[in-house]
């Protein structure tokens, strides 16, 4: 499964960016999609989660600021960010979880999947 990000760039503090993920590949479903990041010297921390029932998980850090939305139908998932702080600099990651296809129409194994990162700065 192959997750394939885009949307980061160069941004003031206070603006707004969104990101974009689709996923792609031979898979039977998708449980869940996210957006992490990573700051230069930290760890790779979950910034927003969704679910395929569009339950949604948000860092406190994020809340209020960003929205995780999803397409199913074109394994889509965008992180639309405002209200951006130099804080927020960090490469993004999309990830997916689900499983891949099994016998006949049945799910197989489970899968978890990284996108490339795209990274987002925000100047202060």
């Known amino acids: 499964v192959q997750l394939q990000a885009s949307g980061g760039g160069l941004v003031q503090g206070g603006e707004s960016l969104r990101l974009s993920c689709v996923a792609s590949?031979?898979?039977?479903?998708?449980?869940?999609m996210a957006w992490y990041r990573q700051a230069p010297g930290k760890q790779r921390d979950l910034v927003a989660r969704i679910t395929m029932d569009g339950e949604t998980t948000y860092a406190d850090s994020v809340k209020d600021r960003f929205s995780i939305s999803q397409d199913v139908a074109k394994n889509t998932v965008d992180l639309q960010m405002t209200s951006l702080k130099s804080e927020d600099t960090a490469v993004y990651y999309c990830f997916a979880a689900g499983f891949l296809r099994g016998k006949g129409w049945s799910p197989g194994r489970n899968f978890n999947s990284w996108g490339q990162g795209t990274l987002v700065t925000v100047s202060s």
């Open positions: 590949g031979s898979f039977h479903s998708i449980r869940n």
